[in-house]
């Protein structure tokens, strides 16, 4: 494990993609996204893309130069098309427009088209939740999880994800894959040359595997079982059906470095407290719950580990393999 400074790794990340392609700003805002997943623990969704965002970029699957630009308005929604760039930059005007819609009223939904692999969710809201805004965000991936009761995958492990903004304190922060675990965490094993538990995945012919590679050929088990694929189903038709973007099944492996332009997409509920319950209602009866559920000892209260691991890695720096470092360091010579 080689250990690299916050910023240190966040310069070297946007140079590789910068010197893929991708336009300078496109470049600082997905190195910000993945170094902080990396510094709150989430290796997973860090810097272990960059190498195949860089071969994304280079094999056109992904243009570097794209614009992300509202293309449709109705009262507080709107839809933002990512142009088939880096989804970080229209992710990040998908935020910006759910939270004016809703300090203007009460609610404020944005969705983006045309897009790709956005990440960790969570980090996305963590805007609006500074704000004061509750926010929720759901995105589609391609395909990794079969229909319940079928063999041949079809939505993508989807994550939902939340925030809840508290006064003096961390928000709450719910993250999730619709998965038995994120997809990610098989690309991380297989760069680790690590197996993977028998309960993560399936090969190609439908039978659980150790072997990360083989899991990523083959499918994903989804998480809670039906629960999990109704899930699954949900988000792809919020964002492929309701905001318009390609289903899973339409999209080639992320983890592929060849192949089509995704087009999948994301969407970004933001909620004014204040609009419905009134801000102290909200702030009393969130604090209220917190309490109960920390009256009870092993109780960790959610995404309390990821400030506690951000913390670590503004005083101590970010461990990265390796391997993996080296490979970000090649990507940024000419």
Same mark, same amino acid.
């Given at each position: 494990?080689?250990?690299?400074?916050?910023?240190?790794?966040?310069?070297?990340?946007? *140079?590789?993609?910068?010197?893929?392609?991708?336009?300078?700003?496109?470049? *600082?805002?997905?190195?910000?996204?993945?170094?902080?997943?990396?510094?709150?623990?989430?290796?997973?969704?860090?810097?272990?893309?960059?190498?195949?965002? #860089?071969a994304h970029l280079r094999?056109?699957?992904?243009?570097?130069?794209?614009?992300?630009?509202?293309?449709?308005?109705?009262?507080?929604? #709107?839809? $933002?098309?990512?142009?088939? &760039?880096?989804?970080?930059?229209?992710?990040?005007?998908?935020?910006?427009?759910?939270? %004016?819609?809703? %300090?203007?009223?009460?609610?404020?939904?944005? @969705?983006?088209?045309?897009?790709?692999?956005?990440?960790?969710?969570?980090g996305h809201l963590e /805007?609006?939740?500074?704000?004061?805004?509750?926010?929720?965000?759901?995105?589609?991936?391609?395909?990794?999880?079969?229909?319940?009761? &079928?063999?041949?995958?079809?939505?993508?492990?989807?994550?939902?994800?939340?925030?809840?903004?508290?006064?003096?304190?961390?928000?709450?922060?719910?993250?999730?894959?619709?998965?038995?675990?994120?997809?990610?965490?098989?690309?991380?094993?297989?760069?680790?040359?690590?197996?993977?538990?028998?309960?993560?995945?399936?090969?190609?012919?439908?039978? /659980?595997?150790?072997?990360?590679?083989?899991?990523?050929?083959?499918?994903?088990?989804?998480?809670?079982?039906?629960?999990?694929?109704?899930?699954?189903?949900?988000?792809?038709?919020?964002? &492929?059906?309701?905001?318009?973007?390609?289903?899973?099944?339409?999209?080639?492996?992320?983890?592929?470095?060849?192949?089509?332009?995704?087009? $999948?997409?994301?969407?970004?509920? @933001?909620?004014?407290?204040?609009?419905?319950?009134?801000?102290?209602?909200?702030?009393?009866?969130?604090?209220?719950?917190?309490? @109960?559920?920390?009256?009870?000892?092993?109780?960790?209260?959610?995404?309390?580990?990821?400030?506690?691991?951000?913390?670590?890695?503004?005083?101590? &720096?970010?461990?990265?393999?390796?391997?993996?470092?080296?490979? $970000?360091?090649?990507?940024?010579?000419?």
């Open positions: 494990m080689a250990n690299i400074a916050w910023k240190e790794l966040e310069a070297l990340a946007s *140079r590789a993609l910068e010197n893929a392609g991708a336009a300078p700003e496109a470049a *600082r805002s997905t190195a910000r996204a993945l170094v902080l997943a990396d510094a709150s623990g989430l290796a997973s969704h860090g810097v272990s893309r960059v190498p195949l965002y #860089c094999n056109d699957r992904v243009d570097g130069k794209a614009q992300p630009k509202v293309i449709a308005r109705k009262g507080a929604t #709107c839809v $933002i098309d990512a142009a088939d &760039g880096l989804a970080y930059p229209a992710c990040d005007l998908a935020v910006e427009e759910a939270a %004016r819609q809703a %300090r203007n009223f009460g609610v404020g939904l944005a @969705a983006v088209v045309r897009s790709n692999h956005f990440g960790a969710a969570a /805007p609006l939740a500074s704000a004061g805004l509750v926010a929720l965000a759901f995105g589609n991936s391609p395909a990794a999880i079969a229909p319940w009761g &079928g063999k041949t995958p079809l939505f993508g492990t989807n994550p939902i994800a939340a925030v809840f903004p508290r006064r003096g304190a961390e928000p709450l922060v719910i993250d999730l894959s619709l998965s038995e675990v994120a997809r990610g965490k098989l690309l991380v094993a297989a760069q680790n040359k690590q197996p993977i538990p028998p309960t993560w995945a399936l090969d190609r012919d439908g039978k /659980p595997t150790t072997d990360p590679a083989s899991g990523l050929e083959g499918s994903m088990l989804p998480a809670g079982g039906i629960k999990g694929a109704m899930l699954a189903l949900l988000v792809e038709l919020l964002v &492929g059906a309701v905001a318009g973007a390609a289903f899973g099944y339409e999209a080639d492996s992320f983890f592929s470095e060849t192949g089509n332009r995704a087009r $999948i997409g994301q969407l970004f509920l @933001a909620i004014d407290p204040g609009a419905l319950a009134g801000s102290e209602v909200y702030h009393q009866r969130l604090e209220t719950l917190i309490a @109960a559920m920390a009256a009870e000892s092993g109780v960790r209260l959610p995404g309390s580990r990821r400030e506690k691991a951000r913390e670590a890695a503004r005083l101590s &720096g970010i461990f990265v393999q390796e391997p993996l470092l080296s490979q $970000i360091h090649l990507l940024t010579n000419p």
